[in-house]
């Protein structure tokens, strides 16, 4: 009996330390274990997706300076082989320079929130940053040729986005496919696509504003809003997007107009065009007041027919996420 107990306590003592063992080897959510995560590239550094190339820019220089890129705070530019752009949003999470009442209030990034098996969050951990799509999501290869007649009924379909200036932005679409066709893009084992979550958009918000950019009062200076006049070239519409015509040098003025992308360097922000007005874009997020409701989706930036100093280029909220004339959306990159 005494032989039997002592074998039980001794394979009772045994149990216990391999729990202990295993417990102690278990990834703890304190840490989210950003110290074990593997650092590729920084946020003044970042790198370069394969089958990419580096574009050289009037203000965001790829060229080195002491190992850093020159131009890493101005908005670096990168292409694939189908011309579509994608510029670098930095995070420097060692140093947050984004310490503003305005911040304070929507966003703030906190290191020792952060979560590895999030995807967004280990974009920041592991590289320092993220691309976002220089451009408004243009309509499919396939679409580009149709300037009239333009609906739900043509555009609230699955295709292939592209990032590209002088493109139609895809508007017309629901939230639902918006999100496929964002992740469709790019879709292999090095790299992933999508929409922007909130907490993106906010932080190159937040990037854009320690640039002096007045993205969370006022934003008429470099956005394509209702109560703006500037010169432009590219594609229009002056009928809520059901018809465009093309212009030279054309005046905006006295009517709402929905442009083609990168129709005017004016509303260029770090080489990022339209970030405020022409189109409100839809982010992978919601607001929920409560377990049952859903306020309403993120949809960031403003749009064509208001004014920039109400839907300026922070976010806003939009209950419906059908398709509408004021709503397109974004494409981030996600590296492996």
């Not at 989210?32 to 990419?52: C, L, T």
């Amino acid at each position: 009996m005494k032989k039997q107990l002592v074998v039980i306590l001794i394979i009772a003592f045994i149990l216990i330390c391999i729990l202990v063992l295993l417990y102690l080897n278990i990834p703890k959510n304190t840490d989210n274990n950003i110290a074990k995560i593997e650092k590729v590239s920084f946020y003044n550094n970042p790198v370069i997706p394969e089958g990419f190339k580096k574009v050289e820019t009037t203000s965001a220089s790829w060229k080195l300076e002491n190992d850093i890129p020159i131009g890493w705070n101005n908005g670096l530019v990168i292409e694939d082989e189908q011309e579509n752009q994608f510029v670098w949003v930095p995070v420097n999470l060692e140093k947050i320079t984004y310490n503003n009442e305005y911040v304070e209030k929507q966003f703030r990034y906190n290191a020792e929130e952060l979560n590895i098996n999030n995807i967004e969050d280990k974009q920041i951990l592991k590289y320092g940053g993220f691309y976002i799509s220089r451009y408004e999501a243009g309509v499919a290869k396939e679409m580009q040729q149709r300037f009239n007649n333009i609906s739900a009924e043509t555009n609230d379909v699955l295709g292939k986005p592209v990032s590209q200036k002088g493109i139609l932005p895809w508007n017309f679409i629901s939230l639902k496919k918006a999100k496929l066709n964002a992740e469709s893009m790019y879709n292999n084992n090095n790299l992933k696509s999508g929409l922007p979550t909130q907490k993106q958009w906010q932080s190159m918000i937040a990037w854009l504003y320690s640039c002096n950019y007045n993205v969370y009062e006022d934003s008429s200076s470099f956005g394509n809003y209702s109560n703006v006049n500037f010169i432009f070239s590219g594609y229009y519409s002056d009928d809520y997007g059901e018809n465009y015509q093309y212009a030279e040098n054309k005046m905006k003025s006295g009517k709402n107009m929905i442009l083609s992308t990168g129709a005017t360097d004016r509303n260029m922000t770090n080489n990022i065009y339209d970030i405020a007005g022409n189109l409100w874009c839809y982010t992978d997020d919601y607001l929920q007041i409560n377990e049952n409701e859903i306020l309403g989706y993120y949809c960031s930036g403003g749009h064509f027919d208001h004014t920039g100093d109400i839907f300026s280029a922070c976010n806003n909220n939009l209950k419906n996420v059908e398709p509408l004339e004021k709503v397109g959306f974004r494409v981030v990159l996600y590296l492996n």
